[in-house]
């Protein structure tokens, strides 16, 4: 009792802040004597780090696309500055309002903060319109923060992604800021543009929704998609930015590749499906490298906390978000970006996949021994 | 006759201070400490006083539920000290050691049948070192065993080499193994290192199965080699012996004397010359070894040891001693830095795969706060059982006896999940939360 008087209510935020410069001289004083290096600290800033090539790249989209849509003769670094400067208010919002509850709620519960949000607070203006104000963004990460992960008790605890949430819960409330044609080219900081009114450049997800293969190799070509010059979220667009990011997760072991590589061939397989039958002119891979679907199953849908976690577990569950996030894109009349609600909906089935998958275990092991 | 296992799964902790092939002291101690803290289950009930003469073999402690289990003096002397703790915890008998060296005759032949073998065992005190599974307790003298199961190695970080320890002593650890054999019906399974196999004299042992056994830590370990080998089931009860042990036994049987004297491993990067000490369980620490300050000195492996005091005595089970620096320095931005030469780990995130050979000098620093579950895979890597290490773990965490059974509690003992409170980067006590759900499990099903 005498310890604890002697620490000062916010030694919460006062470990935090402690923690984040020096490790802590804690020894062990059971179990095994010597521990690894790894703390959680290591793991969640891999994935921030394997984040920047498509934040950067996203940086420059931004300016790229505005300068394009309104045909302003920008060079690479205007683009890339407007860019900069148009993510930096999403970035410090998103952190500033998720690190504050996240410390509240640290302190209420007595615990350390948890390093959680570090990737969170990167991912959700990555995956939002660049152009969506501060205060809903504001509002989101609260209510994502507040109600997806700290009432199940914080980090490792949650059921789903809370980025992802975050994004769904401004589609549902603020439609008309979060999607149609015009809300994915950034216009409202450039001094120039002011009463000119927003022009519209739909996604190719969109055109090929409407006007399928034919209207999409229009106006994008295959490698523009590759590479990323399109209109979408900040940081879905490019390939190979999110490819670089995939080879790092998967190299350091941080995130599953059977996930990803689940995934991928689900998308592949409805992609496949849905063209031979008719249901779509683009071909199977188109499904990949358009919208967020990518950058859902690398960065989102391998979060070890909501994801399966076995290792057959994974396949499965990676090749359901894959798949059915192509079945939301193609028999749908409506809504043209089904990777969001994939994801989600298998967050709340991953439990029920692990436990099918740790049942049959159990039985065939108890079969094998009966045998023997 | 023998059977391969190869072992994929696993972890070697690349840690310095591995003890040379070499006796560099020979200990007789003045004072020998009988302690019952060293065989979990053990009810202690005082048989001597202070004054008492013993001699080697003589019984000293016995246990109150099974008055047969008795805890013997290793040497002969006097009775000096009666060593208490809180509530009068009985804590260690005190022998001062005399000059004699006189040691109880238990009159034993070779040829013995099962039920004096066993008798000799419970009076000579080496029933003591039958642990039996599930549960890792002080095998049970009534139940006869489905088998019995010895590993003649160990991968566990720089662990004595029993080539080195016992190679001098192969006649005793094959009587031993014969004796053995009598106490079940199963046969008594002896596993073989594949890497050493031609070069041990272990691959030789007779009237045994031969398991041949590669891989990396914790392949060693006797329990992983029994779920691969003979999963136990609930109802079933193996029993297991460490080889030195063994070769305890087969001295006794042959002799009719009880002869504790053991090669220990003295290792660590903090130990001063890293090499064996030949000495009797129960021999104060600091007669085996100077510590300086701030040194941590750990009765066994760095994994599963336990903490010895500078006062301390070297335990019943106990070859080796690791000697660690406590890790209370800070280190400044340590998970920040790309590079962090002097710490190992076994994750990517950091560049240790760069120096496959290198060896460590680790301490006891915990590298990281406290979390919930968030990174699993891990745990998988480094167990190659057929279970669920992270369900076991919670079922264990939310005492759910039905989950526990299913998920291999009777399988598991804390040392074959040791690597996990390694590799995880949320640093919570693998090994601590296997340890409460077995001592439920002993709770509930007795």
């Given at each position: ?292 679907f990518l950058f859902g199953s690398v960065f989102m849908a391998t979060d070890p906390v ?67 | ?419 996990c409170d390694y590799v995880d980067p949320s640093k919570n006590e693998i090994q601590a ?14």
């Amino acid at each position: 009792m005498a310890d604890q008087k002697k620490t000062p209510w916010w030694h919460s935020t006062v470990d935090a802040f402690d923690t984040f410069l020096r490790v802590p001289g804690t020894v062990t004083a059971k179990g095994a004597h010597v521990r690894d290096g790894i703390d959680l600290k290591r793991v969640m800033i891999m994935v921030v780090v394997a984040l920047v090539p498509c934040a950067l790249f996203g940086m420059y989209n931004v300016g790229l696309q505005t300068s394009l849509t309104y045909g302003l003769e920008w060079g690479f670094w205007q683009m890339f500055l407007y860019g900069l400067v148009r993510m930096l208010p999403l970035f410090v919002v998103s952190y500033l309002v998720g690190l504050a509850i996240e410390f509240a709620s640290a302190q209420i519960r007595g615990e350390e903060v948890n390093e959680g949000y570090l990737v969170t607070g990167f991912l959700i203006p990555l995956i939002v319109p660049v152009d969506v104000p501060l205060w809903m963004l504001a509002l989101a990460v609260a209510f994502s923060v507040l109600f997806v992960k700290e009432v199940f008790g914080g980090t490792g605890m949650n059921i789903w992604n809370p980025a992802l949430v975050a994004r769904a819960f401004l589609f549902f409330s603020y439609p008309s800021s979060m999607s149609g044609s015009s809300v994915w080219v950034s216009k409202t900081w450039v001094p120039t543009l002011k009463g000119v009114d927003a022009v519209s450049a739909a996604t190719p997800l969109a055109i090929a929704h409407d006007g399928g293969m034919d209207a999409l190799s229009a106006q994008y070509s295959f490698m523009d998609m590759f590479y990323g010059f399109i209109p979408g979220s900040t940081g879905e667009t490019s390939v190979v930015a999110i490819l670089l990011g995939a080879i790092l997760l998967v190299w350091t072991g941080v995130a599953s590749w059977k996930i990803m590589v689940g995934s991928i061939a689900g998308g592949l397989l409805v992609g496949w499906l849905g063209q031979i039958g008719g249901a779509t002119t683009l071909p199977c891979y188109y499904q990949i490298v358009m919208g967020g679907f990518l950058f859902g199953s690398v960065f989102m849908a391998t979060d070890p906390v909501t994801a399966a976690q076995t290792e057959t577990g994974k396949w499965i569950y990676g090749v359901l978000v894959g798949a059915l996030a192509v079945v939301v894109r193609l028999w749908n009349p409506g809504y043209m970006e089904g990777m969001m609600l994939a994801i989600l909906l298998m967050n709340t089935f991953a439990p029920l996949i692990d436990h099918c998958v740790v049942t049959a275990s159990i039985n065939r092991r108890a079969k094998k021994i009966a045998k023997a | 006759m023998s059977n391969t296992l190869d072992l994929k799964k696993g972890l070697d902790i690349p840690l310095k201070g591995a003890a040379a092939c070499e006796v560099t002291a020979k200990v007789l101690p003045e004072t020998v400490a009988v302690k019952p803290t060293d065989f979990p289950g053990l009810l202690p009930r005082l048989l001597v006083k202070e004054g008492d003469r013993v001699l080697a073999g003589s019984p000293v402690i016995s246990d109150k539920t099974n008055p047969a289990l008795l805890v013997t003096s290793p040497v002969s002397g006097t009775v000096a000290e009666i060593v208490r703790g809180e509530k009068r915890k009985l804590l260690a008998v005190l022998v001062k050691t005399d000059a004699a060296g006189e040691g109880v005759d238990f009159g034993i032949t070779k040829n013995a049948d099962t039920d004096t073998i066993k008798d000799v065992l419970l009076r000579s005190g080496l029933w003591l070192s039958l642990v039996q599974r599930p549960y890792g307790v002080i095998a049970d003298p009534a139940v006869k065993p489905k088998s019995i199961f010895v590993s003649t190695f160990s991968t566990a970080p720089l662990a004595p080499d029993t080539d080195f320890t016992l190679g001098d002593r192969f006649a005793d650890f094959q009587a031993g193994i014969d004796a053995l054999g009598r106490l079940t019906d199963g046969g008594v399974h002896v596993a073989v290192s594949k890497a050493v196999y031609s070069k041990t004299p272990f691959h030789k042992t007779e009237n045994a199965i031969l398991h041949v056994v590669s891989g990396k830590h914790p392949a060693g370990n006797v329990g992983v080699q029994i779920s691969h080998i003979s999963p136990i089931q609930k109802g079933e009860t193996v029993w297991t012996v460490s080889p030195m042990l063994v070769a305890a036994i087969g001295r006794l049987v042959s002799t009719g004397k009880l002869d504790l004297t053991r090669k220990v491993a003295v290792t660590g990067p903090k130990a001063p010359h890293p090499s064996y000490v030949e000495t009797i369980p129960g021999a104060p620490v600091k007669d085996l070894v100077q510590a300086e300050e701030g040194v941590r000195i750990i009765g066994g492996d760095v994994l599963c040891g336990e903490t010895l005091g500078p006062d301390a005595y070297l335990g019943f089970f106990h070859d080796q001693l690791t000697l660690l620096k406590e890790g209370t320095e800070r280190e400044w931005f340590g998970w920040a830095k790309p590079f962090r030469p002097k710490v190992h780990s076994s994750s990517w995130c950091y560049f240790s795969w760069l120096t496959p050979g290198k060896k460590y000098e680790m301490d006891t620093n915990l590298h990281g706060g406290p979390r919930a579950f968030v990174e699993t895979q891990c745990f998988e890597d480094v167990t190659p059982m057929d279970i669920f290490p992270i369900y076991l773990i919670k079922a264990c965490l939310a005492g759910d006896i039905e989950k526990m059974e299913k998920f291999g509690i009777y399988e598991v003992l804390p040392e074959d999940l040791a690597l996990c409170d390694y590799v995880d980067p949320s640093k919570n006590e693998i090994q601590a939360i296997i340890r409460k759900g077995i001592d439920l499990m002993i709770k509930e099903m007795a």
